[in-house]
T-cell receptor, first 112, second 115 residues
Framework: DAGVIQSPRHEVTEMGQEVTLRCKPISGHNSLFWYRQTMMRGLELLIYFNNNVPIDDSGMPEDRFSAKMPNASFSTLKIQPSEPRDSAVYFC??????????FGQGTRLTVV | AQTVTQSQPEMSVQEAETVTLSCTYDTSENNYYLFWYKQPPSRQMILVIRQEAYKQQNATENRFSVNFQKAAKSFSLKISDSQLGDTAMYFCAFNYGGSQGNLIFGKGTKLSVKP
């Protein structure tokens, strides 16, 4: 398996624009996680899906953030409208509980 | 709420020497999992080692081993024979399982291995 695949690797956008981050989990994994990494807050969970159903979205900072998992092989994280404080590295991870979370390489988002 | 604390923001070690990174956590759960992840400059999160709380034996993976003290809620990582490629951020993480599988991370320790 190629591992967790995220796209794009880097994204630079202007404030107010819509941003969509994409994730393809490892085949057979039934849990998918979106994390955000910043210098100030470290790594924090945004949302977590189990069997394509959102289980915990308490980490989603605002209504500007939304996430979907239409099927077992694809998830998106959307920010609309984007703001400079959204600049961070966004990781997607997948697992088959109780196995370890496998991480994608992350998307570095810069909002100018 | 579960928390993970890494008290050493930065550490350095000479190549071939041994270094220990500290981690403490707080939980009321009895069954859980602990992890150390490595994040090199490439930013990829790489699993280093994993420990199940119900196992008394400390986990070992080649040059990496842990000292798991359940009563003290301590989970330190020992790196033996340090190599230049070990230079990275190291994150301690906790997962209590049950219906919630997400990881709770410490703030990380930046390890520099010097030649």
């Amino acid at each position: 398996d190629a591992g967790v695949i995220q796209s794009p690797r880097h994204e630079v956008t202007e404030m107010g624009q819509e941003v969509t981050l994409r994730c393809k989990p490892i085949s057979g994994h039934n849990s998918l996680f979106w994390y955000r990494q910043t210098m100030m807050r470290g790594l924090e969970l945004l949302i977590y899906f189990n069997n394509n159903v959102p289980i915990d979205d308490s980490g989603m900072p605002e209504d500007r953030f939304s996430a979907k998992m239409p099927n077992a092989s694809f998830s998106t994280l959307k920010i609309q409208p984007s703001e400079p404080r959204d600049s961070a590295v966004y990781f997607c991870a997948s697992s088959f509980y109780p196995d370890t979370d496998f991480f994608g390489q992350g998307t570095r988002l810069t909002v100018v | 709420a579960q928390t993970v604390t890494q008290s050493q923001p930065e550490m350095s070690v000479q190549e071939a020497e041994t270094v220990t990174l500290s981690c403490t956590y707080d939980t009321s759960e009895n069954n859980y999992y602990l992890f150390w992840y490595k994040q090199p400059p490439s930013r990829q999160m790489i699993l280093v080692i994993r420990q199940e709380a119900y196992k008394q034996q400390n986990a070992t993976e080649n040059r990496f081993s842990v000292n798991f003290q359940k009563a003290a809620k301590s989970f330190s990582l020992k790196i033996s024979d340090s190599q230049l490629g070990d230079t990275a951020m190291y994150f301690c993480a906790f997962n209590y399982g049950g219906s919630q599988g997400n990881l709770i991370f410490g703030k990380g320790t930046k390890l520099s291995v010097k030649p």
